[in-house]
Nanobody, 124 residues
Framework: EVQLAESGGGLVQAGGSLRLSCAGSGFTVDDYAIAWFRQAPGKEHEEVSCFVRREGVTYYADSVRGRFTISIDNAKNTVYLQMNSLKPEDTAVYYC?????????????????WGQGTQVTVSW
């Protein structure tokens, strides 16, 4: 069974950094399409970043490009989202997602597997 477990969220001041982790189980994360989404109160899900190793594709939304970095530690079967220069508008619940054979595109894929989410709050 494919499972994703996020951690690393919290409260941080504007300009600070956080690193979100997403531990995968039941599959090898490096073989799947992986993405981070976020959802702020009253807003729709936003695809923040996606990564597909086998296609050499990495995507960042304009709102985070140059500040966020997605990476994979194969030894730990874990996906990371390093978030620097955080802004209050980055406040949201962040979700890790994965897709295998149904993957179609990065960005814009309809992901089958979602973690439970981790809250990130950025204050002034």
């Amino acid at each position: 069974e494919v499972q994703l477990a996020e951690s690393g969220g919290g409260l941080v001041q504007a300009g600070g950094s956080l690193r979100l982790s997403c531990a995968g189980s039941g599959f090898t994360v490096d073989d799947y399409a992986i993405a981070w989404f976020r959802q702020a109160p009253g807003k729709e899900h936003e695809e923040v970043s996606c990564f597909v190793r086998r296609e050499g594709v990495t995507y960042y939304a304009d709102s985070v490009r140059g500040r966020f970095t997605i990476s994979i530690d194969n030894a730990k079967n874990t996906v990371y989202l390093q978030m620097n220069s955080l802004k209050p508008e980055d406040t949201a619940v962040y979700y890790c997602t994965a897709d295998g054979s149904d993957y179609e595109s990065c960005p814009g894929n309809d992901y089958d597997y979602w973690g439970q989410g981790t809250q990130v709050t950025v204050s002034w």
